[in-house]
């Protein structure tokens, strides 16, 4: 973990980039909000009220939100980690998309997450590309 964090350290960032700090109280903030509308989501599939393509994007968006930190910090590739947070955002708008005619809710909640989404996608490009 040690080795990890010197590593990101050592990246060079935009001059706009949060500190570190703050990705763990966001983070913990928006999985809360993640496990509760997923969760609804879930349930609605389970209950058939909603079809297995409406809840596809949001499985989608587990996986590739779960393989970033592996990819980012495990790998430690900045360019599979672009991609993979590019994929986080657009399966995140798919499901806000698919969710709305069903469990309006559901896509106000996540609100939050697309908004801190986008910035970690800008922020990801911009170290890909200060990096090369």
């Known amino acids: ?25 966001i983070w913990t903030f928006l999985y809360i909000l993640i496990a509760i509308s997923f969760g609804k989501v879930f349930i609605a599939l389970a209950q058939k009220q909603i079809s297995f393509i409406v809840a596809l994007p ?8 779960l393989i970033f930190t592996p990819i980012q910090f ?3 590739n900045n360019i ?4 993979d947070i590019s994929l986080v955002l657009v399966t995140l708008i798919w499901a806000m998309i698919a969710i709305y005619p069903h469990i309006k809710w559901v896509t106000y909640i996540l609100s939050p997450y697309l908004i801190w989404v986008c910035i970690a996608t800008v922020l990801q490009f911009s170290v890909t590309l200060l990096n090369r």
């Open 1 to 25: 973990m040690n080795t990890t964090y010197n590593w990101y350290q050592t990246l060079i960032k935009p001059t706009w980039a949060p500190p570190s700090w703050v990705f763990g109280p």
């Open 58 to 65: 949001f499985i989608l968006n587990i996986i590739f939100n």
């Open 74 to 76: 495990g790998l430690k």
């Open 80 to 83: 599979l980690a672009a991609l």
